[in-house]
């Protein structure tokens, strides 16, 4: 497993792992966003062949990263699961079984449908809104945020037209986000025209994205502002700016 | 049965003869073998009567078979299949037949079917099949995927298959493989006559085979030839200077003045353009510059709405229309009586293709056949030299049939298994005998069989993959409704980009777009489609609106369709005319005046230009050019093989030479050569030249080089379509289907990581080596090079040659590097 690469935020200490995940020291959680467990059921059970290892490899990868970090909780800005409840997902409930000390938190993604009692069944802790621990609140979709609930940030958002514009916003007062959603890539240009694309953790001065944990999903380009920080998954992690 | 003595001739003669018509020698030595229910080749071009050498040859048998009451029989059943690769021609070719019928007053009914075929003609069908039926590919699978399809077949005579040329080398000559074999098989693989209609390609004698592959052996096939010689006129139009350093594309607006011309003093002029977004920007720019041609010329090609299109073919039918602006889309079909001239803009990549556009004027008898040539870049004249030598030396090029196209299969075994159901073994034998899958192997149908029915990888207590079931007594069957309603719209080889229609707010359809062109636009913005400036109001439910606009500035939308790469034979040719140039060249310098083609000599500036910067290179030499510019270190080389075979040709070379030392590239190619471009300098001389092109180890390290990988998912894109692993949407449900989408990228990121031996993976790698990349024509090339003489320049500047690559290209990467140091040196570089 290559290592995580060590980064204070707001006091707090965080990992970034390479497996597409961060851990917070201080709260013992690993945040993590967009597994799309399922997703291979999904498509099989309409007739579509993916193979179904994706699946079994994202569940083992995370059961590493669980051993490794030993966290107290899993923090999931969305997304765990892709769309309504199949076998595969009997394959999660059974892989749950193993951690009963482990706490999952879920704050609701688009594509998390399934039915309330579900969740409670695989003892996962639901928020629909936007979750506040510490100096940290986690949020599925960046955009969700309602301009003026964090005032610095609706600041922020106001003056992005996405996450390119990186008008200067001071870092003090207000929450720092956590969010998933985008899938976000970073794409690396060079002499000679060349070009690379790999997903990344992206660091804004108000909010963060995660990249998606799960390896079927694809990458969005970002843009970030020269004063973000972004870290490339290469699949080391690599400081980009 | 001598034809000339059957009641069936005598009759079908007699009725020609009123109208002061005879049969040609071709159709009736097709009708001779139609009535010996023998199958083969008739080998005519369009317009000169091969669909009655075939019809009226089932005509005339059924005559002879029913000589009393031919007249009056009706509901005789499915007597003659025309498979027609366009649903465009059908209408045309039905109309022929019917008055044929109409005038012998027989009361045989010809259905057409396709996918603009209304659902309550199709319930009629299905009831009472007319006895002639015109059918694409698409629809033919469709017709199998109808329960009690055999039905349909138990009285056929005659198969037609028109334009077999067309559909051979492509994946729909492999539907119409598949279903010949099993129409035969219903047959108990006798009865019906197979019969190809084809123009004239380099092998014509394997097109026959392949198409008669699934008959019974011993039957081998006939050819008929019309010999039928229509001399062809060849003109190029010059440039008044010519530029020493062309680049694609611009060249050909320039010259558009001297179209006006031709235009002119010609009754109907069709101009072919390559691409759709040139043939707009060709339509808009005529009427620029000649206000006058308004109402009297016409924009064809295939994003243009269906009902736009029929109005400008029957405008073209009747002689309204001065010139129309058109693309491949007006290659086949029925021909155009008034068209006199043809203009071919820019290159024509094969001279199959050239010779079908110049075949396209001068129908009436003794007329020439006249084309002119515009180029779109001042090299590109020499393709007119080129072109009208190949055309003396009749190098028609070939077209090669696919081999093992599993996802063509696996779709087929999904339509069979919604209708009938099928049994491994006795499919397997089937099967076997068609060209397309002779060579397939017993493990590769268990993989296929394991992978429609079980999904491939799966963790089996935790899967619910269902498609086809195996059923008790070892029949394959799709039993879902769902699944099965699934299949049927997923029909058919030819995968698209995402499109949009287009629509006018107040009603009526304009066109198609392609949706990654219009999600770049904002409403208010202003593009070209059909001709017209339309202004994006909105998109929704995946149509675009649109309205008039009188803004002068508009974008023309780009579509991603495949570009076709210059052929073998027009490239050889090429390379002989650039033999010539130098050769004249070096005569003129001796003050001699040689006798060349007149484009050699109009381009003998920019010639002279490539020999003081660089080198003209010789038949048999290959002209390498390593140049520094503020980009980085470059690397020319001039094949001229075709784009695809120099995108390989550059992997490979990439490859060799990292090898050597960690080295990134990227890449650029067009038809005449390929670029490398690096920011380190390029380890190639005259010590390791011949290494670096040597044919040995050539499939290895091609499938080694990094490239293949990103070549192979292009292909991925089109096989998980026609495969069934793309799941493009119910029609008019966009939204609904949207947990079932997935980018082909993705679905091959996954495949080929969790599943690298997958049969459609392997599959998109075997297309890669040996269409795409042609392994064959790399390896004569190869071949040829190390016979022959490298010949290295250090030019200072650039040079006329590879001014267009630098320009106009199409960039791969490949590295041999440690990811994370090319990423420390890219940004290094950028700060």
Same mark, same amino acid.
Request: glycine share 6%; net charge neutral.
């Given at each position: 497993m290559q290592p995580a690469f060590p980064y204070r935020l707001r006091g707090q200490q965080l990992w970034l792992s390479p497996d597409r995940c961060v851990y917070w020291e201080e709260e013992q959680s690993l945040i993590l966003s967009d597994l799309h467990f399922g997703k291979t059921g999904h498509f099989r059970k309409a007739g579509i062949a993916v193979p179904q290892s994706v699946y079994r490899e994202d569940l083992l990868r995370l059961l590493c990263q669980i051993q490794y970090f030993r966290p107290r909780r899993l923090l999931v800005v969305g997304d765990l699961f892709h769309s309504r409840e199949n076998k595969e997902l009997a394959l999660f409930l059974k892989w749950r079984d193993d951690f009963p000390d482990l706490g999952i938190h879920l704050i609701q993604g688009n594509h998390d449908i399934l039915h309330e009692s579900w969740y409670a069944k695989a003892a996962i802790e639901l928020s629909r809104e936007t979750l506040q621990v510490g100096p940290f609140s986690f949020v599925h979709d960046i955009e969700d945020v309602q301009p003026g609930e964090d005032a610095q940030l609706g600041k922020d958002l106001a003056a992005r037209g996405d996450l390119a514009a990186g008008e200067d916003v001071s870092p003090a007062g207000g929450s720092y986000y956590f969010s998933g959603h985008l899938h976000p890539g970073i794409r690396l240009r060079g002499m000679g025209k060349q070009s690379l694309q790999f997903p990344c953790f992206y660091f804004g001065s108000d909010y963060a994205v995660l990249p998606a944990f799960g390896r079927w999903t694809g990458t969005v380009s970002i843009d970030p502002a020269p004063k973000d920080n972004v870290f490339a998954i290469l699949p080391g992690i690599m400081q980009i700016q | 049965m001598q034809l000339k003595e059957t009641i069936g001739y005598k009759t079908i003669v007699t009725w020609m003869a009123a109208d002061g018509r005879q049969p040609f020698a071709f159709q009736e030595e097709a009708w001779q073998y139609i009535l010996e229910g023998r199958s083969g080749l008739v080998n005519a071009p369009t317009g000169c009567g091969k669909t009655f050498s075939v019809f009226l040859g089932a005509v005339i048998d059924f005559i002879n078979r029913h000589p009393d009451d031919y007249r009056t029989r009706g509901g005789n059943g499915l007597q003659l299949l025309w498979i027609s690769p366009l649903r465009a021609l059908a209408k045309d070719i039905g109309r022929a037949m019917e008055e044929v019928l109409a005038g012998l007053g027989m009361r045989w009914q010809v259905g057409t079917r396709n996918g603009d075929t209304d659902p309550a003609e199709r319930a009629r069908q299905k009831r009472k099949m007319p006895e002639v039926l015109i059918i694409t590919p698409e629809s033919l699978h469709l017709l199998l995927a109808q329960k009690n399809y055999p039905e349909v077949f138990k009285v056929l005579k005659v198969v037609a298959v028109d334009e077999w040329h067309e559909l051979l080398g492509s994946k729909r000559g492999v539907q119409v493989e598949l279903a010949l074999a099993r129409i035969l098989g219903t047959r108990g693989g006798s009865g019906v006559s197979i019969i190809g209609i084809s123009a004239t390609i380099g092998n014509l004698e394997q097109a026959g085979e392949v198409l008669l592959a699934s008959m019974h052996r011993g039957e081998g096939g006939f050819i008929v030839r019309a010999v039928i010689h229509k001399p062809i006129e060849v003109e190029s139009i010059f440039p008044d200077e010519i530029e020493k350093y062309p680049w694609s594309g611009h060249l050909g607006l320039k010259l558009i003045h001297k179209v006006i011309p031709i235009i002119m003093s010609s009754r109907t002029t069709l101009i072919f353009i390559n691409t759709r977004g040139m043939s707009e920007t060709w339509y808009q720019s005529l009427l620029n510059i000649c206000p006058d041609l308004a109402g009297a010329i016409a924009l064809h090609h295939g994003s243009i709405d269906m009902e736009l299109r029929t109005w400008v073919e029957e405008a073209l039918h009747e002689g309204k229309l001065k010139a129309v602006v058109c693309t491949a889309s007006l290659d086949l079909g029925v021909d155009f009586r008034p068209v006199e001239t043809v203009i071919q803009v820019g290159s024509p990549k094969g001279v199959a293709r050239f010779l079908q556009r110049a075949g396209r004027s001068g129908h009436q008898p003794g007329q020439v056949s006249k084309i002119w040539f515009l180029p779109t870049h001042s090299l590109e004249l020499m393709e007119a030299a080129a072109l009208k030598s190949a055309m003396q030396e009749g190098l028609i090029e070939s077209r090669e049939p696919m081999l093992l196209s599993f996802d063509v299969l696996i779709q087929f075994l999904s339509t069979l298994a919604i209708s009938d159901g099928f049994y491994a073994d006795e499919l397997f034998r089937e099967l076997k005998q068609t060209y397309c899958y002779s060579e397939m192997t017993e493990e590769e149908w268990r993989e296929i069989l394991h992978f429609i029915t079980e999904g491939g990888e799966a963790l089996h207590q935790y899967d619910e993959y269902r498609k086809v079931e195996l059923m008790e007594? =070892? +029949?394959?069957?799709?039993?879902?409704?769902?699944?099965?309603?699934?299949?049927?719209?997923?029909? %058919?080889?030819?995968? @698209?980009?995402?499109?949009?229609?287009?629509?006018?707010?107040? #009603?009526?359809?304009?066109?198609?777009?392609?949706?990654?062109?219009?999600?770049?636009?904002?409403?208010? &913005?202003?593009?070209?489609?059909?001709?017209?400036?339309?202004?994006?109001?909105?998109?929704?439910?995946?149509?675009?609106?649109?309205?008039?606009?009188?803004?002068?500035?508009?974008?023309?939308?780009?579509?991603?369709?495949?570009? *076709?790469?210059?052929?073998?034979? +027009?490239?050889?040719?090429?390379?002989?005319?650039?033999?010539?140039?130098?050769?004249?060249?070096?005569?003129?310098? &001796? #003050?001699?005046?040689?006798?060349?083609?007149?484009? +050699?000599?109009?381009?003998?500036?920019?010639?002279?230009?490539?020999?003081?910067?660089?080198?003209?290179?010789?038949?048999? &030499? +290959?002209?390498?050019?390593?140049?520094?510019?503020?980009? %980085? !270190?470059?690397? $020319?080389?001039?094949?001229?093989? %075709?784009?695809?075979?120099?995108?390989?040709?550059?992997?490979?070379?990439?490859?060799?030479?990292?090898?050597?030392?960690?080295?990134?590239? @990227?890449?650029?190619?067009?038809?005449?050569?390929?670029?490398?471009?690096?920011?380190?300098?390029?380890?190639?001389?005259?010590?390791?030249?011949?290494?670096? $092109?040597?044919?040995?180890?050539?499939?290895?390290?091609?499938?080694? /080089?990094?490239?293949?990988?990103? *070549?192979?998912?292009?292909?991925?894109?089109?096989?998980?379509?026609?495969?069934?692993?793309? $799941?493009?949407? !119910?029609? #008019?449900?966009?939204?609904?289907?949207?947990?079932?989408? @997935?980018?082909? %990228?993705?679905?091959?990121?996954? $495949?080929?990581?969790?599943?690298?031996?997958?049969?459609?993976?392997?599959?998109?790698?075997?297309?890669?080596?040996?269409?795409? *990349?042609?392994?064959?024509?790399?390896?004569?090339?190869?071949?040829?090079?190390?016979? =022959?003489?490298?010949?290295?320049?250090?030019?200072?500047?650039?040079?006329?040659?590879?001014?267009?690559?630098?320009?106009? @290209? *199409?960039?791969?990467?490949? /590295?041999s590097e440690k990811l994370e140091d090319r990423v420390r040196r890219m940004q290094a570089q950028l700060r």
């Open positions: - | 007594g =070892g +029949l394959y069957k799709i039993n879902s409704r769902r699944v099965a309603m699934r299949h049927r719209l997923h029909i %058919g080889t030819i995968v @698209s980009e995402p499109m949009l229609k287009v629509r006018w707010v107040s #009603g009526g359809y304009v066109g198609v777009i392609e949706e990654y062109f219009i999600s770049r636009m904002e409403p208010g &913005e202003t593009f070209t489609l059909a001709g017209r400036n339309l202004e994006l109001v909105m998109i929704k439910d995946m149509t675009v609106l649109v309205r008039k606009s009188n803004a002068r500035k508009s974008r023309v939308p780009s579509w991603n369709g495949g570009r *076709m790469p210059l052929s073998a034979n +027009l490239g050889m040719m090429l390379r002989r005319k650039l033999d010539e140039a130098g050769l004249m060249l070096r005569a003129m310098l &001796e #003050g001699e005046e040689p006798v060349v083609d007149i484009e +050699l000599r109009v381009l003998q500036p920019l010639f002279e230009l490539q020999a003081a910067l660089s080198y003209m290179p010789r038949e048999n &030499e +290959l002209l390498i050019e390593q140049i520094e510019t503020r980009d %980085g !270190y470059h690397l $020319f080389v001039y094949p001229f093989e %075709g784009r695809l075979v120099h995108e390989a040709m550059a992997a490979l070379l990439a490859y060799r030479m990292s090898r050597i030392t960690p080295i990134s590239f @990227s890449f650029a190619m067009n038809d005449y050569g390929f670029e490398l471009l690096s920011d380190q300098p390029i380890p190639l001389d005259d010590a390791n030249v011949y290494e670096l $092109f040597s044919p040995d180890n050539l499939t290895a390290d091609i499938q080694r /080089s990094v490239n293949s990988a990103e *070549m192979a998912r292009r292909k991925f894109r089109d096989i998980a379509v026609i495969g069934g692993l793309i $799941f493009q949407g !119910y029609p #008019g449900e966009y939204a609904k289907a949207r947990h079932l989408q @997935s980018s082909a %990228g993705l679905l091959f990121n996954v $495949f080929a990581e969790y599943d690298p031996n997958n049969l459609l993976i392997r599959q998109a790698y075997n297309e890669v080596m040996e269409q795409q *990349m042609e392994e064959q024509r790399l390896r004569n090339m190869l071949e040829r090079v190390s016979r =022959g003489q490298m010949v290295l320049r250090w030019p200072k500047q650039l040079t006329p040659f590879c001014f267009p690559l630098k320009v106009d @290209s *199409m960039r791969e990467d490949l /590295s």
